[in-house]
């Protein structure tokens, strides 16, 4: 579709009758998709999707709307590729909030873009969802391409789910004075393992399936995927924790042939720079993931940008006390085994983790997220 085409449909879109936030009509159509979605059994991040979607979940959801919530209007959604349900919950909640949506798409998402783009389609195209249908639009042209100057330049609200580069450049083209935008910058997650406990479970398979999860989906480059691995406990312990768990998920990766995806050439010059830097790795650069040591007061800022791809940047603490000193300022996740109640309100405590979850659940999303409540950013509350 030429730039013109898309225009003259995004135009087209803006005139369309509005709904009320969270309408029977909107929850309806959430639900035959989310029932579309959870046919797809062999993709687990597209039955969380699916799930998500329910009528029940939903009803959750709108008791955190806001009192006299209207919908903002024009929603520009720019989304991004490393993680293909992403667009799909930025556009749903908005739905929610009664907002006509467009929604560009990047033009090197995944392969389980492509299909819940076309489920989604396909579910819109039934006559009952005829006035969903032509309030939502789903676009994609390359980022050089003047289109995002032109429906900033018109839109009610502008969603930016990217890196900091990417927020940077798009916000250089103006909205209207009225619009309201909100932008997903940088973020890194990781996780806190206490070693005891790893030591004294009698069974670890549980724990390891549940954090081959976390870690697994999207390739590890998800905002809440986590990459920096806390290890809390005596010298001793954390010594044997580690043996148990990493020996147990390599074991999982293997059973079920899986492994990320991965450069050779982008992980041998990442070691390079780490051994330069005197930070040691005891993993080979086609083991299924690669450990870096953060020891000698070397700070995760201070290290190259996280690839994905399977590395973990690890750090022994012997307090849970320590552990705020070495959170970044864009710390986002962490997940945890950690059981006892001090420990836990200790952890809740600390203002530099924006969510805390157990280990499984990291990638499962909310309305709330990263420090915000969706819904009231999504809707016009005057």
């Not at 924790?241 to 999982?252: D, G, H, M, P, R």
Request: glycine content about 4%; proline content about 4%.
């Amino acid at each position: 579709m030429t730039d013109a085409a898309i225009l003259q449909q995004v135009r087209a879109c803006k005139t369309q009758p509005i709904l009320a936030p969270f309408s029977p009509l909107i929850i309806e159509f959430l639900q035959t998709l989310s029932q579309r979605l959870l046919q797809q059994r062999d993709k687990p991040e597209v039955m969380s999707l699916g799930f998500w979607l329910r009528r029940a979940q939903v009803m959750q959801m709108a008791k955190d709307l806001p009192n006299n919530a209207k919908a903002r209007g024009l929603a520009f959604h720019i989304t991004p590729a490393n993680v293909d349900t992403q667009f799909v919950y930025s556009w749903a909640l908005s739905l929610l909030c009664g907002n006509l949506n467009v929604v560009r798409l990047s033009q090197r998402r995944g392969d389980v873009a492509f299909l819940l783009e076309r489920i989604i389609k396909e579910t819109l195209a039934k006559p009952a969802y005829q006035a969903i249908e032509s309030g939502n639009i789903f676009v994609e042209y390359p980022n050089n391409s003047p289109l995002t100057a032109e429906l900033s330049s018109f839109c009610d609200l502008r969603i930016i789910w990217g890196g900091d580069e990417t927020i940077k450049r798009i916000q250089s083209f103006p909205i209207p004075a009225h619009a309201h935008e909100v932008s997903f910058g940088n973020k890194i997650s990781g996780a806190l393992l206490d070693a005891k406990t790893i030591l004294e479970l009698d069974d670890i398979k549980s724990l390891v399936h549940n954090f081959y999860n976390d870690v697994y989906w999207f390739n590890q480059q998800g905002c809440s995927s986590p990459k920096l691995i806390f290890w809390l406990g005596a010298d001793d312990n954390i010594a044997k924790a580690k043996v148990k768990f990493w020996s147990s998920l390599n074991a999982l990766f293997i059973s079920k042939q899986t492994s990320f995806i991965a450069s050779v050439t982008e992980r041998y010059a990442l070691k390079q720079q780490f051994a330069a830097a005197h930070i040691p790795c005891p993993d080979n650069i086609d083991s299924i993931f690669l450990r870096f040591a953060l020891v000698n007061g070397v700070q995760y800022q201070d290290i190259p940008r996280h690839l994905g791809q399977g590395l973990f940047y690890e750090r022994d603490i012997n307090t849970i006390d320590e552990l705020e000193q070495y959170l970044p300022a864009y710390f986002q996740t962490l997940i945890t085994n950690v059981l006892t109640d001090s420990a836990l309100t200790c952890v809740r405590q600390d203002k530099a983790i924006l969510r805390l979850a157990d280990i499984g659940q990291a990638l499962a999303f909310s309305h709330h997220w990263d420090g915000m409540n969706l819904l009231e950013e999504f809707c016009d509350r005057n």
